[in-house]
C-alpha cells in the first residue's frame, strides 16, 4: 500500500517536472521587466495579473520568493532569479524555472527587488489561487482565512474553481459558504447575488451581516432635484423626526447649495473686527452685552456691506422648500439593496432570540455567583439570625487560599482540587473561633454583632493586604476550564460559569441534604426555633451554633476559591460582594435556602437585564437594582419566599 | 349596658394552622370579664386581632357608639381609640424613672411636635402623683424602672395603662410570678379599673379568678367554649373535658 | 420637677465651656490670629474634627437613643457638601470667567458666561452643558437652602419607604447602606451632572475673598465650633423633654410605644430627617476645609467609621460621640499620616501605617465585648453614676426588639 503510494507519488512529481520544462516562467517576467523593476503599486498590477494566469506551478514559488523580498535581478542582463545570502557580500542565485542554482554574485551586480505592503497585499491575492488548491490543508485553510479577513471581488473565481476538486468535507463547506459571500459582494450578477442573499438570509454568522450591511448603508444628500441614476433609500421631509431643520440646513451647508449661517461667534468676531472709537454703527460696545443688541449692530453692519447678510428664519425655510432631501445606498442595484435589508431585518429577528438566550445565560451565571457567594450567608444570617460584617472577608481568605496552594502546587487541576478542601478548613476554623471569641457573647445583641464584626473584617482587610500587597494575586483555573461554549456567533458560555453554575447546583444540594437529613441539620433547625427547648433535650446548643457558624463560613471560604477563579484576587475581594450578598438573603426570604436561591436569581437577571438596556453604564445598573430591591422590601418586607405567622417572629 | 366592643365571625390562620377560628366575643362599658383556656386557644393571638397586630383573614372588630371598625387601623391609631393593652412580661422602659413612664402614657396629644414642645403641666404632675398612690409607687417615682422587683413592674405597667385613660383595658396574666400580697394589691387595683371602664384578663390561675368574681369567657382552638360565671363554666361539662380535665 | 432647661443638664455647660475654652485656644495659637504655633492645616484638621463631632451627635441621636443603626449618615453629609460645593464652585469660576472675559474686546453676553463656565466645570468629564441639578448654584441664599433640603428630601422619602413597612434592626441597617451604595455609584458616573469620580474641587478658596487661608481656617473653625455648640444644645434638649422619653421607649421597646398610643414611624422618621440635616449642615461645613469633595467620601464604609466612633465614645450619651469622633478620627489621623514612630520588634518593624486598620478593628471588638459604654462610661466610674439594677443580663439599648418579642410570646 505505502509502496503503491509512493509509486503514485513519484509518477505525480514526473508530470509536473515535464510541465515545467513545457513552458518558462522568465519570458513572462522579462516581458514585464520593466514594470516589476519599477516596483510601483499603480502599475505593476498587469505583471502579476501575468504570473498568476499563467498556470505555471513555479509561480507559486516566484511569487512568495518576491513577496518575501528574496526576488533579485541581475543587472548585466535583467533576468530575475531567487537569492540565497551567500560568504560575504556575495548571493548565491537560483533560476524559477530550473530550480537550479545558477552562481554565486557579488551584490554590486545584482538588484534587490523590494515590494511595498500595497504589492505585497497583491502578491498575497494572486497567490491565493494557488494556496486554495496546494496539497497541504493548512495552507488551504490558511488562505480561507485570508480571504475571509479581507475578501476581494476577484478571489471569487479563483475560489469557485477551486470547490469541486476539495477533497476535505469541512474545507469543503468553508469554501462553499465563502463563496456564497463572496457573491453576496462581488458577484457581477444581480440575480446571483440575490439568490445568494436569499439562500444566506437564516444564517447568524457574523460574517453573513458583515457582508450584508455593507450594501444598506445610505448617504444622505441634498440637491435641486431627485437624481434618477440613483439607487435612493428614502427621500427625507425637512423638519421631521428623521431629519430636523438644522440638519437638513447643515446638509444644504455642506452641499455648498446655500451660504452657512452666521452664528454667534460670527458675530461676535465681526462686531470685534469693526470697531470704531468704541463704537460699532453707532452702537456703544459696552452695551453690547446681549444677543438682540448684537444683531443689531450686526444687521447694520450687513446692511453697509461690511459682513454678509444674517441668514433669517424666512431663508432657511425658502431654502428647505427649493430642495429635496434623500439617503441613497452607495450599492446601485435596487433588487440587491431590497434584498439584503429584507435578510438583515430577518436576521436581526434571529439575533434577537439568540441573544436573549444568551442573556439568560449570563444571567443565570451571574445568579450563581451571587449564590455562592450568599449561600454561607443564608445558613450564618438565614438561619442563625446572625449578622456577619466579615462574611466578604471569608470569601477574600478562600481566594488567598486558594493562590497559596498554587504557590506549592503548580498543577492547576489538582491545586484547585486540593485548594478547595483547605479554603474549607481555613475559613471554618477561623469561623468557628470568631463564633467562640466574639458572637456567642452577642446572640442577644444583633446590632452590636453586626458592629463587631464589621471590627474584624476591616481587621482582616487590613491583614491581608499586609501580607499579601495591594496588587492582585492570580488563581489560575486548570487548562481545561478556559474556553467557552459556543452554541453560535450570538450564544456562547465560558467553561468557568458553567463550573460555578454546577458548584452552586452542587451546594444547593449539600446544604439540603444537612438541613433535612443530617443529624446536624436537626439540631441546627432546633436549635434556631427553640435554643432553650433544644438544650433540655440534650442538644449542646453552644456546639451546634459553633459548627452552624463554622459550616456557613467554609461554605464561604470555597465560594472564595471559585470567584477568584475569574475575579482578581485582592484585600476588597469581599467586600465587592457583601452587600449583594445581604441584599440576595434579604431579598429572597430570611431562614430559606430557596429564598436565597429566589433572590439570587432575581437580582442575577434585573442585573443583566438592565445592564442589556443601558450596557455602557454597568454603575446605573447596580443603582437601580438597590433602589427597585429597597423599593421591593415595600411590598415583600419578608423577602420572596417569606416564612408565614408566629414561626416568623414578628 | 351597652356594648362597647364587638368582636364577630373572627378567624385567622397561621400557615394552615387556625389560631382563631369564628370568635364573636362582646363586651359593655364598665364590665370586667376574665379570658380563660389551655395553651394555644387563641388568648393572645385574640388580643393581638383587637389591638390591630394581627389582621385577621375574616370577620369584624367594632368599636364604641359611633362602631368604628377597628380592622385596618394602625395600633398607634387603636391605642388612642381608648384601648390599652398590657403584655404577658411586664414591659415598661427600664432605663427610664418611673415619673417618665407614667409622664409618657398620661393622656395628651401624641403628634410628634406636639410632644416636641410639651411642657409639664402641674395639672400632669397632680395626675402622675395620683397614679403612683394609687399602684403604691409614690415613694419611688425618681428611681428608674429597671431597678424595680417584678411585682412593682406589674403595678407600673398597669399604672401606666390606667394613665392612658383608655376604655378598655387587655390585660394579659397580670398575677404571673407575684406574691400572694402582691396578688392582692393587683385584684384591688383591676376591680378598681373596672368600675369605671371594660376590662378584659387573661388568667390562668383558677384562685385569682375566683376573687376577680365575674364574668368569665372560655377559649379552646380559637373560639369561645363557654361563657358564664366560673362555677357555670367549671361545671360545664366541655370545659371540664378540654381544660380542666387535664 | 420642671426645672429651666440647663438645671436639668447640667453637661451641656461644661460641653460649651470647653468647646469655647478651644475654640479660643486654637485661634491664639493659630497663624492666622496668634502666635503661629499650630500650622494652618492643623487649624483645618481640627475644624474638620468639630464637623465630624457634629455628624456624631447626631449619629448618637439615631442610634443610640432612638436605637436606629443607620449606616447612611455619611451619604446625608456628603450630599451637604456636594451642595455648598456646587455654588463654591460655580461662583469661583463664574469670577475666573467674567474676568478673562472682560478682557476681550466686546463684553461678554450672560449665555456665553454661563457656557464658559460649563466648559471651565464639566469639561474634565467630556461635557459642558449645565444638568439640572446645577439650576440654583447661581445663588448662594437657594444652594444653603438645598444643603438641608436635598438630604432632608432624600431622608423622608427613604425613612418613609424603611419605616412604613416595619423594617427594623439590622434589615434597616443593611437597608441604609445599600442606599448609600446606591448613592455612592450614582454619583461615581460622569453622568451624574456631579462630575462624576473627579467630585468638586478647590472648594477652600471662597469666591470674592482674598484672604489668605491662615484666616479662612479659623473663620471655619469658628463657623463649626458654632454649629456644633449649637447642635449640641439643640440634640439634648431633643432628648431631655418628653420627646427623648418616647424615643428612648422606641429604642428599648418599640411595641410597647406603639400601643401607648404613639405613632412609632413617625417619631422615627422625625429623627431620621432631623438626624439627616443636621449631618448635612456638618458635611457643608467639613468639605470647604477639606477643599474635595467627591463619592469615595461617601463610600458605606464611612458611615461605618462613624458609628465605629459613636461607640467607642459611648453610645447613648452625647459627649460620648463627641469624645468618639474626635478622639478617634484623629488619632486615626495621626496614625495613617505616619507621624506615628514605627515599632522595631527586631524580626518585623510595625508600620503603624500598615497596621492602624487592625489595631482598630481588634480595639472595636474589645470595645463592643466588654466596654459596651465606650470611653464615655469612664465618667460613670468618675461621677458614680448609678446604673438601674436589671434583672438579667444587661442587654443594651439596641435590644428592644428581643425584649418586645418575649413580652409577646
Request: aromatic content about 8%; glycine content about 10%; charged content about 15%.
Amino acid at each position: 500500500m505505502v509502496r503503491l503510494f509512493l509509486a503514485g507519488l513519484a509518477i505525480l512529481c514526473a508530470c509536473l517536472t515535464a510541465n515545467a520544462q513545457e513552458a518558462d516562467l522568465q519570458p513572462i517576467l522579462q516581458e514585464h521587466q520593466e514594470i516589476i523593476a519599477k516596483s510601483s503599486r499603480k502599475t505593476i498590477k498587469p505583471a502579476i495579473d501575468a504570473i498568476a494566469s499563467s498556470g505555471l506551478p513555479q509561480a507559486q514559488v516566484m511569487l512568495e520568493t518576491w513577496a518575501a523580498k528574496n526576488m533579485w535581478m541581475r543587472k548585466s542582463d535583467g533576468l530575475f532569479f531567487s537569492g540565497q545570502k551567500g560568504e560575504g557580500r556575495s548571493y548565491e542565485l537560483t533560476d524559477f524555472d530550473t530550480g537550479e542554482v545558477v552562481g554565486t554574485f557579488e551584490k554590486t551586480e545584482l538588484k534587490q527587488l523590494k515590494p511595498n505592503s500595497g504589492i505585497r497585499a497583491m502578491i498575497g491575492t494572486a497567490l491565493v489561487q494557488f494556496q486554495l488548491t496546494d496539497p497541504d490543508r493548512a495552507r488551504r485553510q490558511a488562505a480561507l482565512q485570508s480571504i475571509q479577513r479581507d475578501p476581494e471581488g476577484e478571489l471569487l473565481d479563483p475560489l469557485r474553481a477551486s470547490i469541486d476538486d476539495e477533497p476535505d468535507a469541512d474545507l469543503k463547506a468553508q469554501k462553499q459558504r465563502l463563496e456564497r459571500l463572496l457573491t453576496i459582494g462581488y458577484d457581477t450578477d444581480t440575480g446571483a447575488r440575490v439568490a445568494a442573499i436569499e439562500e444566506m438570509s437564516d444564517d447568524l454568522g457574523v460574517d453573513v451581516r458583515a457582508a450584508l450591511n455593507p450594501l444598506v448603508v445610505t448617504n444622505r444628500q441634498a440637491a435641486a432635484t431627485l437624481p434618477s441614476d440613483m439607487n435612493i433609500a428614502a427621500v427625507l421631509q425637512p423638519d421631521s423626526d428623521d431629519l430636523s431643520r438644522d440638519a437638513a440646513y447643515d446638509l444644504l451647508v455642506a452641499s455648498d447649495l446655500v451660504a452657512p449661517r452666521v452664528s454667534a461667534d460670527d458675530i461676535r468676531a465681526a462686531l470685534a473686527a469693526n470697531i470704531d472709537r468704541g463704537r460699532v454703527e453707532g452702537v456703544p460696545v459696552a452695551q453690547l452685552s446681549s444677543a438682540a443688541a448684537r444683531a443689531q449692530a450686526y444687521e447694520a453692519l450687513a446692511e453697509a456691506g461690511a459682513v454678509p447678510a444674517l441668514i433669517t428664519e424666512a431663508d432657511i425655510d425658502a431654502a428647505l422648500a427649493a430642495h429635496v432631501f434623500f439617503d441613497t445606498y452607495a450599492e446601485p442595484s435596487p433588487d440587491v439593496t431590497a434584498a439584503a435589508a429584507h435578510a438583515l431585518e430577518q436576521i436581526e429577528l434571529k439575533v434577537g432570540l439568540n441573544q436573549t438566550l444568551d442573556l439568560t445565560l449570563d444571567a443565570i451565571s451571574l445568579a450563581s455567583i451571587y449564590f455562592l457567594a450568599a449561600i454561607g450567608l443564608a445558613i450564618t444570617f438565614g438561619v442563625m439570625g446572625v449578622i456577619n460584617m466579615a462574611h466578604g472577608e471569608f470569601i477574600m481568605m478562600g481566594a488567598y487560599t486558594g493562590y497559596v496552594v498554587q504557590q506549592f502546587i503548580p498543577n492547576h487541576t489538582l491545586s484547585v482540587i486540593v485548594a478547595i478542601p483547605m479554603a474549607f478548613a481555613v475559613t471554618f476554623a477561623m469561623g468557628v473561633a470568631m463564633e467562640r471569641l466574639v458572637i456567642r457573647w452577642l446572640y442577644a445583641r444583633p446590632l452590636e454583632t453586626l458592629l463587631a464584626t464589621f471590627g474584624i473584617s476591616i481587621a482582616l482587610q487590613q491583614l491581608a493586604k499586609n501580607i499579601f500587597g495591594t496588587q492582585a494575586r492570580p488563581l489560575t483555573a486548570p487548562g481545561w476550564l478556559d474556553g467557552a461554549w459556543v452554541l453560535n456567533d450570538v450564544v456562547s458560555i465560558s467553561y468557568i460559569r458553567i463550573a460555578i453554575f454546577v458548584l452552586a447546583m452542587i451546594f444547593l444540594g449539600l446544604f439540603l441534604y444537612i438541613m433535612k437529613r443530617t443529624r446536624l441539620g436537626l439540631e441546627m433547625r432546633a436549635v434556631t426555633q427553640n435554643p432553650r427547648m433544644a438544650g433540655s433535650m440534650g442538644i449542646n446548643p453552644g456546639r451546634v451554633n459553633m459548627l452552624t457558624f463554622g459550616l456557613g463560613s467554609g461554605i464561604a471560604g470555597i465560594a472564595g476559591v471559585a470567584i477568584g477563579l475569574f475575579a482578581k484576587v485582592t484585600s476588597d475581594l469581599g467586600s465587592d460582594y457583601i452587600v449583594q450578598s445581604f441584599m440576595t438573603v434579604v431579598v429572597g426570604g430570611v431562614g430559606n435556602i430557596w429564598g436565597a436561591l429566589a433572590g439570587a436569581g432575581m437580582i442575577g437577571f434585573l442585573q443583566k437585564g438592565i445592564e442589556w438596556m443601558n450596557p455602557s453604564n454597568t454603575l446605573a445598573a447596580q443603582t437601580y437594582i438597590i433602589i427597585f430591591i429597597i423599593i421591593f422590601i415595600q411590598f415583600r418586607p419578608r423577602g420572596i419566599i417569606a416564612l408565614k405567622g408566629r414561626a416568623a417572629g414578628d | 349596658m351597652s356594648t362597647l366592643l364587638e368582636v364577630s365571625g373572627v378567624s385567622v390562620t397561621f400557615d394552615g394552622f387556625r389560631a382563631i377560628n369564628n370568635l364573636s366575643f362582646q363586651i359593655g362599658e364598665a364590665e370586667l370579664r376574665v379570658v380563660i383556656g389551655p395553651n394555644g386557644a387563641g388568648k393572645t393571638t385574640f388580643m393581638d386581632i383587637i389591638t390591630g397586630k394581627t389582621r385577621p383573614d375574616e370577620g369584624r372588630v367594632i368599636w364604641g357608639e359611633k362602631s368604628l371598625s377597628l380592622l385596618g387601623l394602625s395600633e398607634a391609631k387603636i391605642a388612642q381609640a381608648g384601648i390599652g393593652r398590657k403584655f404577658q412580661k411586664p414591659t415598661v422602659f427600664e432605663d427610664q424613672t418611673v415619673h417618665e413612664n407614667l409622664l409618657m402614657a398620661l393622656q395628651n396629644k401624641r403628634g410628634w411636635l406636639r410632644v416636641l414642645f410639651y411642657r409639664t403641666s402641674t395639672d400632669d404632675l397632680q395626675k402622675v402623683e395620683d397614679l403612683a398612690v394609687e399602684i403604691g409607687l409614690h415613694h419611688d417615682l425618681s428611681r428608674k424602672a429597671g431597678e424595680l422587683s417584678h411585682g412593682q413592674k406589674q403595678w407600673l405597667e398597669i399604672g401606666m395603662l390606667l394613665a392612658q385613660e383608655p376604655r378598655l383595658l387587655l390585660v394579659d396574666e397580670p398575677a404571673a410570678g407575684m406574691t400572694p400580697q402582691e396578688r392582692e394589691h393587683t385584684t384591688d387595683l383591676l376591680l378598681q379599673a373596672a368600675r369605671t371602664r371594660a376590662v378584659v384578663v387573661v388568667e390562668h390561675d383558677m384562685e385569682f379568678v375566683r376573687r376577680l368574681n365575674c364574668k368569665v369567657t372560655v377559649l379552646h382552638e380559637g373560639s369561645v367554649l363557654a361563657e358564664g360565671s366560673l362555677d357555670h363554666v367549671t361545671s360545664n361539662q366541655d370545659v371540664i373535658d378540654v381544660y380542666l380535665g387535664r | 420637677m420642671d426645672r429651666s432647661f440647663v438645671a436639668k443638664n447640667p453637661s451641656v455647660l461644661v460641653f460649651l465651656a470647653i468647646l469655647s475654652l478651644f475654640t479660643l485656644g486654637v485661634t491664639i495659637l493659630s497663624e492666622g490670629f496668634g502666635i503661629g504655633v499650630i500650622s494652618t492645616s492643623f487649624v483645618k484638621t481640627l475644624g474638620k474634627t468639630l464637623c465630624l463631632c457634629l455628624i456624631a451627635v447626631a449619629m448618637d441621636l439615631v442610634w443610640g437613643f432612638t436605637g436606629i443603626l443607620s449606616l447612611g449618615h455619611f451619604a446625608f453629609f456628603g450630599l451637604g457638601g456636594y451642595m455648598i460645593g456646587m455654588w463654591l464652585m460655580y461662583e469661583r469660576t463664574r469670577l475666573i470667567v467674567v474676568d478673562s472675559l472682560g478682557q476681550a474686546e466686546i463684553p461678554p453676553t450672560s449665555a456665553e458666561v454661563v457656557d464658559a463656565i460649563g466648559i471651565q466645570i464639566f469639561g474634565v468629564v467630556g461635557s459642558s452643558e449645565f444638568p439640572l441639578i446645577w439650576a440654583f448654584s447661581h445663588s448662594l441664599t437657594l444652594q444653603l437652602i438645598l444643603i438641608v433640603l436635598v438630604p432632608g428630601l432624600l431622608a423622608l422619602i427613604f425613612g418613609w419607604l424603611a419605616f412604613r413597612s416595619r423594617v427594623t434592626g439590622v434589615y434597616l441597617s443593611i437597608l441604609t447602606q445599600a442606599m448609600t451604595l446606591a448613592l455612592a455609584l450614582y454619583l461615581f458616573q460622569n453622568d451624574s451632572g456631579l462630575r462624576g469620580n473627579n467630585g468638586l474641587s478647590g472648594l477652600q478658596n471662597l469666591p470674592g475673598v482674598t484672604t489668605s487661608q491662615d484666616v479662612v481656617s479659623i473663620w471655619f473653625l469658628w463657623a463649626s465650633a458654632l454649629a456644633l455648640g449649637l447642635g449640641y444644645m439643640l440634640v439634648v434638649w431633643l432628648v431631655s423633654g418628653k420627646f427623648g422619653s418616647v424615643i428612648r421607649g422606641i429604642r428599648d421597646n418599640e411595641a410597647r410605644v406603639r400601643f401607648l398610643g404613639y405613632s412609632v414611624e413617625v417619631y422615627k422618621l422625625a429623627v431620621f430627617t432631623l438626624t439627616a440635616c443636621i449631618a448635612a449642615i456638618a458635611g457643608a461645613l467639613y468639605y470647604p476645609q477639606a477643599g474635595i469633595i467627591n463619592p469615595e467620601e461617601m463610600a458605606p464604609i464611612a458611615s461605618i467609621y462613624l458609628a465605629v466612633w459613636v461607640a467607642i465614645g459611648g453610645r447613648g450619651r452625647l459627649y460620648g460621640a463627641v469624645i468618639g469622633a474626635a478622639f478617634v478620627s484623629l488619632l486615626s489621623t495621626w496614625f495613617t499620616g505616619g507621624q506615628a514612630p514605627d515599632i522595631p520588634l527586631g524580626f518585623y518593624t510595625i508600620k503603624w501605617v500598615d497596621w492602624w486598620q487592625v489595631l482598630l478593628g481588634v480595639t472595636f471588638v474589645l470595645v463592643t465585648l466588654f466596654a459596651p459604654q465606650g470611653i464615655g462610661g469612664l465618667f460613670d466610674l468618675w461621677t458614680d453614676r448609678r446604673h438601674p439594677d436589671r434583672h438579667g443580663a444587661n442587654l443594651g439599648p439596641d435590644d428592644g426588639a428581643l425584649r418586645e418579642k418575649e413580652a409577646i410570646e
